[in-house]
């Protein structure tokens, strides 16, 4: 069970650093998620240590926002990062394994890419 957890923002130009300075302090990467905004999308990056759940949030303001890869710092980030690549259309720069958008076999490119519908009330 988690006893904390925090959400910090971050954004593109830090985020290497920020990964570098948690990894190197002993904390694991849990998850990077990402979400579709109106215009772009926020990129989750979650941590833990110690029952404590730390998260970095970089919001992109547009899909074609290119996302540094953390992936030299944190080997296991490539996973998500193609995933990313792949399912919302955003260049991440410098994977450490790049599958060049066929992580995942898709009908479509880029999936998520469309924004999300408002909901109409009914």
Same mark, same amino acid.
């Given at each position: 069970? +988690?006893?904390?957890?925090? +959400? ?8 290497? #650093?920020? *990964?570098?300075? =948690?990894?190197? !302090? ?8 990402? #979400?579709?905004?109106? !215009? ?7 941590? !833990? ?10 919001? =992109?303001? /547009?899909?074609?926002?290119? =996302?540094?890869? @953390? /992936? ?6 490539? $996973?998500?990062?193609?995933?990313? $690549?792949?399912?919302?259309? +955003?260049? @991440?720069?410098?994977?450490? +394994? ?9 009908? $479509? ?11 109409? !009330? *009914?």
């Amino acid at each position: 069970m +988690i006893s904390e957890s925090t +959400i910090e923002p971050a954004t593109v130009s830090d985020i290497v #650093t920020r *990964v570098e300075a =948690l990894y190197r !302090d002993g904390w694991r990467l849990a998850q990077i998620g990402c #979400t579709r905004t109106a !215009d772009g999308a926020e990129i989750n990056y979650s941590f !833990d240590k110690a029952l404590t759940l730390r998260t970095l949030r970089v919001t =992109l303001k /547009s899909l074609q926002e290119t =996302l540094p890869s @953390v /992936s030299r710092v944190c080997f296991p980030a490539f $996973h998500y990062e193609n995933e990313i $690549h792949d399912l919302f259309g +955003i260049p @991440v720069d410098g994977m450490a +394994i790049d599958y060049k958008g066929d992580f995942y076999r898709k009908a $479509h490119p880029a999936p998520f890419a469309k924004p999300p519908e408002e909901k109409k !009330d *009914v």
